[in-house]
């Protein structure tokens, strides 16, 4: 699942909750444990805050050194950053980790010292990039959001609102009622084209493959096509008994 959307408390958890779907998914496998639910785990019952937890430990282990070895092109630590961390997370001291490494005592310390320089200065950056964002642009700068479980980010997201809008009025015969002309093969299009498709469902509503199906078919005639694509980047979800799906 990819992750960069999530905030740094939700990306240390290893869940996140989605506030309009009542919902709490696990970072790593995208199971759902949905809010007023009682869940049945190793013979006791855990409310969904609660299941997610025990879910992320036992099923996917230790988050930090998942994060660590997450496959992410903003993962730009290299091996040996990786493994110093872990042995600080596991609480050596400077000289066990010294000794293992086979590096000096004053080269770990220093290695502690710039962590934390880093960390401060990706704090200042986030800062300043926040204030730049919110400010405000005009249709032809600003970028359309990336939807919450993208599997796949990438230039095919730098879509303005403005392109946006030219996508839909050239894709469309109709948008309300939603009409597709034909399924686009240009990646800009098809994230264009599934995002206005996704909203046609409501969040956190559960769908069967007919009932998804039946409502596809009045947008566009080959309604496997829409319906795959939509799980694939990640706009619905499909459970793993493929029973059910639902917006993310």
Same mark, same amino acid.
């Given at each position: 699942?990819? &992750?960069? *959307?999530?905030?740094? *408390?939700?990306?240390?958890k290893?869940f996140?909750y989605? %506030? ?12 759902r444990?949905?809010?007023g ?7 006791r ?9 025990f ?15 997450? $496959? ?11 493994q110093?961390l ?7 001291? $400077? /000289?066990? =980790?010294?000794g ?5 005592t004053?080269?770990?310390? *220093? ?5 934390r320089? /880093?960390?401060? +200065?990706?704090?200042?950056y ?8 919110e400010?405000?642009?005009?249709d032809e700068?600003?970028?359309?959001? =990336?939807? %919450? ?6 230039e095919? @997201?730098l ?5 946006? #809008? +030219? !996508? ?6 109709? #948008? &309300? ?7 686009? &093969?240009?990646?800009?299009?098809k !994230?264009?084209?599934?995002?206005? !498709?996704?909203r046609?469902?409501? +969040?956190?509503?559960?769908y069967t493959?007919?009932? =998804? ?5 009045? =947008?566009?005639?080959?309604?496997a096509?829409?319906?795959? @694509?939509?799980?694939? @980047? ?12 639902? #917006?993310?």
């Amino acid at each position: 699942m990819n &992750s960069d *959307h999530l905030a740094i *408390h939700e990306l240390k958890k290893g869940f996140h909750y989605v %506030p309009e779907a009542q919902v709490f998914i696990c970072n790593v496998c995208g199971q759902r444990f949905e809010n007023g639910e009682v869940f049945p785990i190793q013979g006791r019952f855990f409310e969904a805050n609660r299941a997610v937890e025990f879910h992320v430990g036992e099923e996917h282990g230790d988050n930090l050194k998942r994060l660590l070895h997450e $496959d992410s092109k903003y993962n730009s630590l290299t091996d040996n950053q990786k493994q110093l961390l872990s042995l600080i997370h596991d609480g050596l001291s $400077d /000289k066990e =980790i010294s000794g293992k490494l086979g590096v000096s005592t004053s080269t770990v310390r *220093h290695q502690r010292f710039m962590f934390r320089e /880093k960390a401060k +200065q990706a704090k200042l950056y986030l800062a300043i990039y926040e204030q730049v964002a919110e400010k405000k642009t005009t249709d032809e700068e600003r970028l359309i959001q =990336i939807h %919450p479980n993208a599997t796949m980010v990438d230039e095919r @997201y730098l879509v303005t609102e403005k392109e946006n #809008l +030219q !996508i839909l009025k050239s894709a469309f015969i109709s #948008l &309300s009622p939603l009409k597709l002309k034909a399924f686009p &093969s240009r990646e800009k299009k098809k !994230i264009v084209v599934l995002r206005t !498709i996704a909203r046609h469902f409501e +969040q956190g509503k559960k769908y069967t493959e007919n009932e =998804i199906n039946e409502q596809l078919r009045f =947008i566009f005639d080959d309604h496997a096509v829409l319906r795959r @694509y939509l799980v694939d @980047y990640g706009f619905m979800y499909r459970t793993p008994d493929g029973k059910e799906y639902g #917006l993310n």
